[in-house]
């Protein structure tokens, strides 16, 4: 990390976001991310402290920084915790059942960010959420609304090391926000799940999977009374919320 840095520049959770090997970014909010507000939920709702350096550590560091580049910087080249070539991601990919890896390009195809990743074969009236009516926009913005302080993330236990990372993880926010007009609670949201990271010598990634149960994030979400299509639209447009992320 840059030591020129002021302490307000700085992320202690993520590399690639700062510094001088980022000037020429091209960050899909013209800037960096400011991460102060989910790292203070993350810190507070945690329920692992790792050692320094521990191995654990570096795994949800090394998620961490995953995570903000894909969300956050537009071109692929500007991805530095992934090594580019034949780099694949899956979510709840099951060989026998027919579905394959991703590419970048299929994965922005889909819709990238969260729409990537509620990615189901449930018909569509049974769906709640239905990625295929969604954009990388629209996806976005539902559910930084539904979660204004963030999604935070933690790894809660490592199986393997490099080369490939077995790790489980939780995600977690309050639903301070309306979602899919239903309207916010308040209550805690939380998604576990499984993933396998295979890297190479450099810890640069070469492969991500996903398992998780969409069903557990979206029963949080889907609660809430449900709202009519103006008030819902009327926080959607809220500037605050449109720029949470």
């Known amino acids: 990390m ?11 959770y993520r590399s690639y976001l700062h510094g001088e090997g980022e000037k ?15 790292n203070k939920l993350f810190e507070e709702g945690r329920t692992k402290i790792w050692p320094p350096a521990s191995l654990e550590e570096k795994v949800q560091n090394l ?13 692929f080249p500007d991805y530095k915790s992934v090594k580019l070539q034949n780099y694949t991601v899956s979510v709840n990919v099951i060989k026998f059942l027919g579905r394959k890896p991703l590419s970048l390009e ?4 889909l819709g990238g960010g969260y729409n990537s990743f509620m990615q189901t074969s449930l018909p569509e009236d049974l769906r709640g ?16 609304t539904a979660f204004p302080r963030g999604f935070a993330l933690e790894v809660i236990q490592v199986y393997s090391g490099p080369p490939s990372i077995v790790y489980r993880f939780r995600h977690w926010g309050y639903k301070e926000g309306p979602f899919k007009g239903h309207a916010p609670t308040g ?32 029963g949080g979400l ?18 605050f919320l449109r720029n949470t992320g």
């Open 129 to 144: 959420y239905n990625p295929a009516q969604e954009t990388e926009h629209s996806s976005h913005l539902a559910f930084t």
């Open 222 to 239: 889907m609660k809430g009374d449900k709202l009519t299509s103006g008030t819902d639209q009327a926080a959607l447009s809220c500037p």
């Open 24 to 38: 020429n970014t091209n960050w899909k909010l013209g800037a960096p991310p400011n991460y102060d507000t989910v």
């Open 187 to 218: 209550e805690l949201v939380q998604l576990y799940g499984i993933s396998i990271f295979e890297v190479d010598d450099e810890m640069k990634i070469l492969k991500v999977e996903f398992f998780f149960d969409r069903g557990e994030l979206l």
């Open 106 to 109: 299929e994965k922005r195809k």
């Open 63 to 75: 998620v961490k920084t995953w995570e903000m580049e894909m969300f956050n910087k537009i071109s």
């Open 2 to 12: 840059d030591s020129s840095l002021t302490d307000q520049q700085q992320d202690k």
